[in-house]
């Protein structure tokens, strides 16, 4: 299967700076991610659909202008957390889809962002 | 839309004990089923898959069926080990888009 990596695992920032997170797919080229935030043990909660290339797709009730995300390349795509506040603590996972082929998600590892 | 339900945890088992975690869903058409395991400060890894009804997915010693006539995915293990403590979600999607998890079950065991 595809094998995708985040980068980083973790990350403290000052309350008003932003955060960068990548997610790189090592072996697969991914025409389109996904990006997940989770709350302490509660389920993945679906933020937005990243298209290489475009706009990104983002869930009802996401913020668009505080998540930024770029996918510039077919093995990259970014989150960037502007202006964050404690309330944007949380666990942020990646992915992708094998399409029909494999028909499942491939996750990153994960970061965590813990903002002060 | 299509939803998916799992039983709630936390789940506390002892080792060598006997696990099933309850998963039922609703969605239009066959979708795909899934298993995934988050272990403490990961991101999510597939433990098992089922594409069509009748479908048995395994691995590692778990086990699931795809129950049309129950739309369920019920997933089982004879014997769990202190290792296998962890959050497991139950999932569904269509030609692998469209991704629908459950709320996830966490299970701990104990030595």
């Known amino acids: 299967g595809a094998v995708v990596s985040q980068h980083p695992s973790w990350v403290i920032c000052k309350s008003g700076t932003s955060v960068k997170i990548e997610c790189r797919s090592l072996?697969?080229?991914?025409?389109?991610m996904f990006w997940y935030r989770q709350f302490p043990k509660q389920s993945l909660m679906l933020m937005a659909t990243s298209n290489e290339g475009s706009k990104a797709t983002y869930e009802q009730g996401v913020e668009k202008d505080k998540f930024l995300i770029n996918h510039a390349s077919l093995t990259l795509s970014t989150l960037t957390v502007t202006s964050a506040h404690p309330e944007d603590s949380s666990f942020y996972i990646c992915?992708?889809?094998?399409?029909?082929?494999?028909?499942?998600?491939?996750f990153g590892e994960g970061s965590r962002l813990t903002v002060l | 839309g299509d939803s998916v339900t799992q039983m709630e945890g936390p789940v506390t088992l002892s080792e060598e004990a006997f696990l099933t975690i309850n998963c039922t869903y609703t969605a239009t058409g066959y979708p795909s089923l899934f298993w995934y395991v988050q272990y403490p400060g990961e991101g999510l890894q597939l433990l098992l898959k089922?594409?069509?009804?009748?479908d048995k997915g395994s691995n590692k010693g778990f086990e699931a069926t795809y129950r049309k006539e129950t739309t369920s995915f019920h997933l089982e293990k004879g014997s769990v080990q202190v290792s296998d403590s962890a959050v497991y979600f139950c999932a569904l999607s269509h030609y692998g888009q469209n991704f629908v998890f459950g709320p996830g079950t966490r299970l701990s065991v104990l030595p």
């Open positions: 072996d697969f080229q991914a025409t389109t």
């Open positions: 992915s992708l889809s094998g399409g029909m082929n494999t028909g499942e998600l491939f």
């Open positions: 089922a594409t069509k009804a009748d």
